[in-house]
Every structure is written in structure tokens, then in C-alpha cells.
């Protein structure tokens, strides 16, 4: 096919269906959003600091997490991160099969096309749809940088609008993000065939097993290990650059998450099993054989979800350790005062936890951006077994057993995985520092004794109040997205898709 | 046919009219007459010669047993194609092209609706017999292939139909 | 054959411009079986969903053992065909993730039947429909007749008082298709089953005891199911 047909028939294509172009330039928005936001902190500039070879802090910014070049590539990390759970819609978006769109893949492949062909048929059609969503994506950084551009009385930024990305980078993501989007489209498209009767979208796959979620256990590892090995390079005064400890954690997460998201089609499966084994009513037994049938269907599509709780449950376990030090901090504060002889008042908010409302904040964007890729997941289901759905319906199943199953099929799976998911990301965070202290230092106090201080040591608590919220949260996010997705119900069940002629 | 029925091995005259009824329950009867004009022919021919008699309690009955001769005729009979029907021709035809274009819309009209429900009700009749666990395989093979029969005259008068109307209206166009 | 069964009147339903079904009067009795023909586009299928209740018709009744079932709710008609109505179409009604014996039980357990005994009733009409052997395979694994036969076991668990059959042979070669229409009738004539079956095909339509021609959303008693035009035209061209 040559490129001219490809992009003509993508674009017939894609006037067809509006919902899915929506939805697709809508994604591609975002990550453009991201994608310039993390390079716009990359391209601050590194200070010399005042020792050859180290960096200095900014005074620029408001926020430590952009003055500090110690923690600007977390930012960047981070925000790169927020990008996997847009992409994933991006992708989901290619899989969105609306009825027409199945007809006219199959009639493409009947009039000749290959396999091959229509799988790169419909990455186009995804990356033309991203394109204007990228042009979107620039126009909104663009107009933002001005409008939220605001130095507050000594001159700082809220946000890095001072600095610009260098052009071949711009250049880079312009082009860019459209051809990853449709490589995801691709690649998510792996498990779908299109005959010319018609779009297939499930192949039986050998029953997942358990053992590659233990993936986890090596990733959880990675962090354990890391106060032991700088103790341990400190000790043997080692020269181990900071990028190998960044490294190993970004390994170690990266690890976790796919142990986990391989862990789902394992839970999916178990959960149908037991489903299926105790279901008494349609609903469940239902909901229990679709799980066995296809259980890599719910890591599918609550990968991204999974992946902004496993990151959630991590910055809840930072922010547990952020407020313990500063727990800590006012202690040492309150006693140094008191010794000094003064009268004890609270200093200001701490900056660090501020920080980590920033986060949290990203973690919400990204969990919401996911939670779209769940609706347009669920809302495939549907469309794709409209034809079975429309059947049962026609032969009196009512409606609500259809919707009930859906939810059971859903939040069987949902459930345990987002409260491992959290689990695994706090206990990440957690076994980085066990515990928070300050004190033992030597106090001078001005032409008198000195003085030891105490030492304050706590315990960083697990902070089950976060995790209840984050967990809480995302299922009733799972929860509204199901119902949502349920709208797509009643069209799919028209008695069109009954008739034989 | 005869020869096919012999080929199981001999038998009399009675028995062959008898089992020709059994395995073609639906085709045209068979005569006695025509049972022993025919056994008579094949006799002449060589294909066919009688085995014995017996008298047991009743007319006398003469057996008669295939011979080799009779057997490679067979062989040559089944193995022959039967050609295609040469001549398209038939009462169903002559009369649907002289209803459509000689006839008065008024005649025409009311002799396909008669024939077509004609056919429909053998259609129904035989179907209903087919359908009916009772019947043997050899009865249900010659029901069918009445049945297709009358399935392609249906197919076919419905498909006349339309041709000349989209005809017609071509014409008037 | 004397008490009406099902019976529509003046039947009207259109999908936006297309009139599908122009006024459609129909009686059917009790244990008949009846065959709706016509050439594609008639108005065959639409008058099935219409009698079975599955689409509301824009004016005009049905009537359903001298009930008007065309003003119920959805709830209620949803009721009416799991309990006393069954339907069969061409193909995909199986859920693919059930196995045949859950699909066939499934109109049972949403009757409340409990598992087992929904497993039971299941297994036995498999057994009465041939395809006892396949109760634990997924619809993906059998045969195009072995999963229409399960689709038709699934249909008549309920013991329906009316079968809907919607060119339920369609996908099938002839002889399974044959062989399926004829357990269909059998099955039908034992429980006295009314049976509808829509079909183009007249050898389909030779299984009923009667046969109704739809053209252009209107019976045809002439059967010939061609525009009256149609034959005024063969006059004037042929005598003319």
C-alpha cells in the first residue's frame, strides 16, 4: 500500500467516527502537555555550583522539586511516567472497534488488504487522529506559559515559564508523538485480527500463572537494598555516581509494575475461577467465564490504572516519611528554642510536603487520564459481543443482569490488584528509610554549656488514611467508569445487530 | 434396476416387485406384468438366468440369479454419467410462457398463484414425510430428491417473474 | 388448531424513512407452525421482533393469548420471552464464554432455578437434541450445527408456548440444517409448540403447516411475494 492510499483511507476513516477521534486527540493533547512540561524542566539550566563538578540550586522557582537539580530528573521521571497511562488511551482508542469501523476493516481486507495492512491502517488512522491533538497540546503550552507566568513579590515562579525547550526538541515532539501513538495503536492491536468477515478480538491464551507476578519481589528489592548499599559505598568511601542509584530504583519500579500488571491476568483468572465456581446467579457466572476466558482483558485495560496506584501508593509512603521529618524537625525546633529561652511558635507550612502535594496532584491527573483509558476499554468490551449482548436481550435477559455482570467482571479483578498495587508501591517508599530522626548533634548555645540534644527518632507510620483514600478512590473511579460504560449498552443491544439480511 | 435388486442375490418374481417397492417406496409403481416382461427380456439377453423353482404351498415361482454378464452390464450401467436432461422441456414451462405472454394478466395471475401453491403444499406434504423419524434412508433420499425438485420449480417460477417485470418495466421506461 | 394463539393487527413500523412493516394482520393458532417468506427486505425479520416483542411497533397491536403485549414495559416483555417465548437466529446468540450447557441453562438460572437443577434440565435437552457430547465445550470448539442445535436446546428449555425462529438454518450446510429443522418440528409438534420460522428459503419453509408471503411490509396472499405492477406489466407487454 503505498503512503498516499494509507493516509486517504485512514482519513475516510476517521471522519466516520467522531467518538474515537475525540478521544484520541484528546489523549495526544495531554501527553503533548507532558511530554513539553517534562522538557521544559529539563531545559533549566544547571548552575555551577560553587565546588567544580556540582550543581547549584536555583532561586528561580518556588518549588524546591524545580531549584533542586538533585530532584529535577524525579520531575522529569515522573512526568515521562504520566505519559504511559495517555499513551495506553491513545492506543485503547485504536481498539475502539464502533460497528461501522468493523465493517469497513473487513471490507478492506476483503477487497485484498493484508492483515498486516489493516493493522497499519488503523495505527495511521490513530496517528492522524493524535495529530490535531498535538497541534492542541502545543497551542495550550504555549498560551499557558504566558498566562501562568506570574513572579509572586520576590520575583519567583510558580512554574518553569522563564525557560523554553530547544527547538529540535520541539521539532522532536511534534513529530514524534503522533508515530508513537500510532505505534501503540499497533502494538495493542497485536491481539486483534481482522478477517474480511469481521474484526476478531480474542484468541485463546494459555491460562496466566502466578509466578511472574513475583517480578514484585525482585522489584520491591531494588529499594530495599538502596540505603545498605550507600551506607555501604559511604563506608568504603566508593565512588558510585548518583545516576546508578536512580537507575537501579527506576528499574526496581519498573519491575514491580510489570510483575503486577502480569499478576492481574493471574488474579482475573483465580477470580473467575471462584466466581464461577460460586456464582448462583446469571450475573456472576457470567462475569466468572468471561474472566477465564480472557483474563488478560482487565490487566489490559487497568494497566494504566494500576500503574498511577503502584506510583500513588509509592508518594503516599514519601509523603508519610516527608511529614514524619518535619514531625521531627519541629521537635528538634521546639527544643532548640525552649533551650535558647525563647517562646516556641510553629514555623510556616514545610516546603517538602508542599512537594509532595504536587505530586499527589500528578498522581490524580494521571489516575484520571487512566480512568478515561478504562472507559474506553470497558466500552470496547461491550461494542465488540454487541451482536451476543443484542441476543440475549431479544431472548429476555434483562438489561440489569447484563449490567450486573459487568460490574462483578470488573471489580472482581479490580479490587485485589489496586490494593496490591498499593501495597507494593508504599512498601517500595517505605523500605527506602524505615525511619526519620534528627538530634544528637552537639547544640552551642552563646557563651554557655553546651548541650546534647535529644535524639528524636521516629518510626515513618504506614499511612493507611492516604492509602484508604487512594484505594477508596480508584474503585469508585472503576466504579463510575463501569457504569459509564454501560450507556454503550443500550445501542449496542438495537436489533440491528439481529438482523440476517 | 432389476439387475441392481439380483446382483443381492437370486430371487423370484414376487420378491423383486416386492423389495423394488421397499427401497422405492415414492416412485412410479411397478406392474407385475412389467416385473416378468422385463425378467423375460434380460433372460433373452443373457443377463439373467433362472435358478430353480419351487412350489411351495402357492403358484409355482421360477428364481432367477444375475449372471457374470449381468453383473458387468451393471457395472457399465453405474459407471456411465448420466448426461445432463438434453431438452429443457416440461408442462410447467410450456404453461408459465404461455400464462405470461399470451394469457390476460387476470388468467395469468390466477394460474401461478394456483401453481405456485400447488407446489408449495407438495413442498410442505413431502418435507412433512422427510421430516417424520420413521422413514427409512432410501425413502428419504427420493423424498429429497422430489423435494429440490420442486424447491429449484419454485425458485425458478419466482425468478421468471421478476425477470419479466423488470423487463417490462424497462420497456414502459 | 382452533384457539388463537398470537395475532397482530395492522401492524405499522418503520426505521426512520423506511417503512418496514404497512399494516399486517396475522392470526396464528395454538401449535401451529407457521413460516413467514418473502424476498429480502419484506419486512420478514422486523415482523418476527415485532410479534415477539422485541421491538414496539408504531401503530397496531399484538395480541398474546388475548393480551395486548405490544403497550408492556420493557421489564415485562423481557419476562414474556424468557418465560413463554423463545427465539433462535441465524447465528452468534451463544455467549462464547460459556460453555453449551451454561448457555442452555441460562434462561433457568434467570428464572431464579438453582444451578444444579438448571445443569440438570440443561443436560437433558442436549441429550434430546443430539449434542450431549459437546455440554462442556465452548461454542468456539463445535460445529456450526452442533452450536444451533445448542442455540434451539437453549430456546426451548423453557418449555415455550411460542418458538420465534429467524432463518435459523441460514449458517448451516443442508443436511445439518436439515437435520436441525426437522428436531425442531419434532420437538414443537410434541410439546405443541406454535413455531414461527422466517425464512427466504421455500425447502425451510416446507417444514410449516402454512406459509405467508410478505411483500413490501404487507401479505401477500398470492404467495408470488412480486408487485402487483409487476404482473399488470407482464400484461400490457405481453398481450399489448
Redesign the interface.
Known amino acids: 500500500m503505498r503512503p498516499g492510499t494509507l493516509v486517504r483511507l485512514a482519513s475516510v476513516g476517521s471522519r466516520a467516527d467522531a467518538l474515537r477521534v475525540a478521544l484520541t486527540a484528546l489523549s495526544a493533547t495531554l501527553a503533548t502537555l507532558a511530554v513539553l512540561t517534562a522538557a521544559t524542566v529539563l531545559a533549566i539550566p544547571e548552575l555551577a555550583g560553587p565546588l567544580a563538578g556540582t550543581a547549584a540550586n536555583n532561586t528561580t522557582y518556588r518549588s524546591a522539586l524545580l531549584n533542586e537539580p538533585g530532584l529535577r530528573p524525579g520531575v522529569v521521571i515522573a512526568l515521562m511516567l504520566l505519559t504511559i497511562p495517555v499513551l495506553a488511551l491513545a492506543g485503547q482508542c485504536g481498539r475502539l472497534g464502533a460497528p461501522a469501523r468493523d465493517r469497513r476493516l473487513a471490507a478492506v481486507r476483503l477487497a485484498g488488504a493484508t492483515p498486516g495492512q489493516t493493522v497499519s491502517l488503523t495505527a495511521a488512522e490513530t496517528g492522524l487522529a493524535s495529530t490535531p491533538g498535538v497541534g492542541i497540546g502545543f497551542a495550550a503550552y504555549l498560551v499557558g506559559r504566558r498566562v501562568l507566568d506570574r513572579p509572586n513579590q520576590d520575583g519567583r515562579l510558580p512554574l518553569p515559564t522563564d525557560v523554553l525547550p530547544p527547538w529540535p526538541a520541539l521539532l522532536a515532539i511534534a513529530l514524534g508523538l503522533p508515530l508513537v501513538a500510532a505505534l501503540t495503536a499497533a502494538l495493542v492491536l497485536r491481539r486483534v485480527r481482522v478477517t474480511p468477515f469481521g474484526v476478531v478480538h ?1 484468541q ?1 491464551l494459555p491460562a496466566p500463572r502466578p509466578w511472574p507476578a513475583f517480578l514484585i519481589v525482585p522489584g520491591v528489592a531494588c529499594f530495599a537494598v538502596l540505603r545498605p548499599l550507600l551506607r555501604y559505598a559511604e563506608r568504603h568511601r566508593l565512588d558510585v555516581p548518583e545516576g546508578a542509584f536512580i537507575a537501579l530504583l527506576f528499574a526496581g519500579a519498573l519491575a514491580a509494575l510489570v510483575g503486577l500488571l502480569l499478576g492481574t491476568g493471574w488474579i482475573s483468572h483465580v477470580a473467575g475461577r471462584v466466581l464461577h465456581r460460586v ?4 450475573a456472576a ?2 462475569a466468572g ?2 474472566l ?3 483474563p488478560w482483558a482487565s490487566s489490559r485495560v487497568f494497566a494504566a490504572v494500576l500503574a498511577c496506584v503502584l506510583f500513588g501508593g509509592g508518594a503516599a509512603g514519601m509523603r508519610a516519611y516527608f511529614a514524619t521529618e518535619a514531625d521531627t524537625r519541629r521537635a528538634y525546633d521546639q527544643w532548640w528554642t525552649v533551650q535558647q529561652g525563647f517562646r516556641y511558635t510553629p514555623g510556616g507550612d514545610d516546603s517538602s510536603l508542599r512537594d509532595m502535594d504536587l505530586v499527589y496532584a500528578a498522581v490524580l491527573v494521571g489516575l484520571t487520564i487512566a480512568t478515561l483509558g478504562l472507559l474506553v476499554g470497558l466500552a470496547e468490551g461491550i461494542v465488540t ?1 454487541r ?2 449482548y443484542a ?8 438489561r440489569g ?1 447484563l449490567a450486573r455482570s459487568m460490574f462483578w467482571q470488573t471489580l472482581t479483578p479490580a479490587v485485589p490488584a489496586v490494593l496490591v498495587a498499593l501495597a507494593v508501591g508504599v512498601t517500595m517508599t517505605w523500605s527506602l528509610t524505615i525511619e526519620a530522626s534528627t538530634g544528637g548533634q552537639v547544640g552551642t548555645l552563646p557563651g554557655g554549656p553546651t548541650a546534647v540534644a535529644p535524639e528524636l527518632t521516629r518510626g515513618v507510620p504506614i499511612p493507611f488514611a492516604d492509602l484508604g483514600l487512594f484505594a477508596g478512590g480508584t474503585i469508585l473511579a472503576i466504579v463510575a467508569m463501569t457504569g459509564l460504560a454501560l450507556l454503550f449498552l443500550r445501542p449496542s443491544v438495537s ?1 440491528e445487530e ?4 | 434396476m432389476l439387475l441392481g435388486l439380483l446382483a443381492g442375490g437370486p430371487r423370484h418374481g414376487y420378491e423383486l416387485k416386492r423389495s423394488y417397492d421397499e427401497q422405492l417406496p415414492r416412485a412410479r409403481p411397478l406392474a407385475f406384468g412389467q416385473v416378468y416382461t422385463t425378467l423375460a427380456r434380460l433372460v433373452r439377453d443373457g443377463l439373467v438366468t433362472p435358478v430353480g423353482q419351487d412350489q411351495a404351498g402357492g403358484p409355482e415361482r421360477t428364481s432367477y440369479a444375475i449372471t457374470a454378464e449381468g453383473l458387468a452390464g451393471l457395472r457399465a450401467w453405474l459407471t456411465a454419467v448420466e448426461p445432463p436432461a438434453p431438452h429443457v422441456a416440461g408442462a410447467l414451462l410450456a404453461k408459465v410462457v404461455v400464462a405470461l405472454f399470451a394469457a390476460d394478466a387476470a388468467t395469468a395471475r390466477d394460474y401461478l398463484v394456483a401453481q405456485r401453491a400447488t407446489h408449495a403444499a407438495r413442498l410442505r406434504e413431502l418435507t412433512a414425510l422427510k421430516a417424520d423419524p420413521a422413514t427409512g434412508l432410501s425413502d428419504v433420499i427420493a423424498l429429497d430428491y422430489a423435494i429440490t425438485h420442486l424447491d429449484a420449480d419454485l425458485r425458478w417460477l419466482r425468478t421468471t417473474l421478476e425477470r419479466v417485470a423488470t423487463q417490462a418495466q424497462e420497456g414502459s421506461a | 388448531m382452533t384457539t388463537v394463539l398470537l395475532e397482530a393487527r395492522g401492524l405499522v413500523r418503520s426505521y426512520g424513512a423506511v417503512a418496514a412493516l404497512r399494516g399486517v394482520n396475522l392470526a396464528i393458532a395454538e401449535g401451529e407452525i407457521v413460516a413467514v417468506t418473502g424476498p429480502s427486505g419484506c419486512g420478514k425479520s422486523t415482523l418476527l421482533h415485532c410479534l415477539s416483542g422485541i421491538l414496539r411497533p408504531d401503530a397496531g397491536e399484538v395480541v398474546y393469548r388475548g393480551r395486548r403485549i405490544d403497550n408492556l414495559s420493557e421489564a415485562e416483555r423481557s419476562r414474556l420471552r424468557r418465560t413463554e417465548l423463545g427465539v433462535l437466529f441465524q447465528f452468534g446468540q451463544l455467549v462464547s464464554e460459556l460453555s453449551a450447557a451454561e448457555n442452555v441453562a441460562l434462561p433457568l438460572l434467570l428464572a431464579r432455578t438453582s444451578r444444579r437443577r438448571a445443569r440438570t434440565a440443561a443436560l437433558s435437552w442436549l441429550e434430546r437434541l443430539g449434542v450431549a457430547e459437546v455440554a462442556d465445550a465452548l461454542p468456539g470448539e463445535m460445529s456450526g450445527g452442533q452450536r444451533q442445535r445448542t442455540a434451539l436446546a437453549r430456546a426451548l428449555v423453557t418449555e415455550p408456548r411460542v418458538l420465534f425462529a429467524d432463518e435459523p438454518t441460514g449458517a448451516l450446510d443442508t443436511l445439518a440444517g436439515e437435520q436441525m429443522l426437522g428436531q425442531l418440528v419434532r420437538l414443537a409438534t410434541q410439546q405443541r409448540t406454535t413455531v414461527v420460522l422466517v425464512t427466504h428459503d421455500p425447502k425451510v419453509a416446507g417444514y410449516a403447516h402454512r406459509e405467508i408471503t410478505l411483500r413490501d411490509g404487507q401479505i401477500d396472499p398470492t404467495g408470488l411475494g412480486l408487485a402487483g405492477a409487476g404482473l399488470a406489466m407482464v400484461d400490457t407487454e405481453g398481450v399489448g
Open positions: 480474542r485463546r456464582a448462583r446467579r446469571p457466572l457470567l467465564r468471561r477465564i476466558a480472557d459481543r451482536r451476543t441476543a440475549l436481550v431479544a431472548s429476555g435477559v434483562p443482569v436489533t439481529l438482523r440476517t439480511t
